[in-house]
């Protein structure tokens, strides 16, 4: 039986083709990349949810046209800017310009693959217990947000059993606007890919989305 974990996105691009023996990065920019933006000091508020809801307000001519590791600068370069902390001149050049004073708290380069190995700093403890347990059977909440949510378009007023509790994160919404972290919990859900995409979808396929628990209402 095929499985499919925490998929995104929308419908409407075509298949996915993967690439044969896919290097991990196509050329030696997205590793610096790759390696800065795990180091490098950013604003105070910027946090993951912030970011990718930054990637998520690029122009859609701009988004589509543009690689992932570009949304990446994308989404480190834009808040950099809007703080204050960087021109976009020197940005271009990669000279320092401004007159702020000069900060000390990057990550040290010994910490950086133990931060990359860790992940995530969103898990938090939430004393009160979770809504669901194992076996229920929800259904996700047709939402229609104007800003950030990590409750994919396709898996909205969808039906679902709960597969595994993740324990308790941050609200991506809450956090993305800077309304603060909020936790809730987080439960793994499976859905039946028909569920989601109609018969078009293989009858015994299944996804399963990790999923906060104010987008479940029990069924």
């Known amino acids: 039986m ?7 996105g929308m419908q409407g691009f075509g298949p996915v083709e993967p690439e044969q023996n896919e290097p991990v990065f196509h050329q030696t920019w997205e590793a ?8 490098y000091s950013g604003p105070e508020y910027a946090n993951q949810e912030n970011w990718r809801y930054t990637i998520e307000c690029m122009p859609p001519e701009l988004y589509l046209s543009t690689s992932y590791y570009e949304h990446w600068y994308y989404g480190d370069a834009v808040p950099l800017v809007d703080s204050g902390m960087v021109t976009f001149d020197e940005l271009r050049t990669g000279h320092v310009k401004n007159s702020l004073p000069r900060r000390d708290d990057a990550m040290r380069p010994e910490d950086v693959w133990p931060a990359i190995r860790k992940g995530g700093d969103g898990i938090r403890e939430l004393e009160q ?3 669901f347990s194992v076996g229920d059977l929800v259904r996700t909440n047709n939402l229609h947000p104007h800003g950030h949510t ?4 396709y898996a909205r007023g969808k039906a679902g059993t709960i597969k595994a509790l993740r ?3 941050v609200s991506p919404e809450s956090n993305a606007h800077g309304l603060g972290e909020n936790p809730e919990h987080v439960f793994n859900v499976e859905f039946l890919a028909r569920e989601l995409w109609g018969t078009q979808a293989a009858s015994k396929d299944k996804v399963y989305l990790d999923l906060w628990e104010s987008y479940l209402e029990p069924r």
């Open 32 to 39: 610096r990349l790759f390696g800065l933006l795990q180091s």
């Open 167 to 169: 324990g308790a994160n």
């Open 129 to 131: 217990s979770p809504r």
């Open 150 to 153: 990590r409750l994919p378009r």
């Open 2 to 8: 095929n499985s499919i974990h925490d998929m995104g």
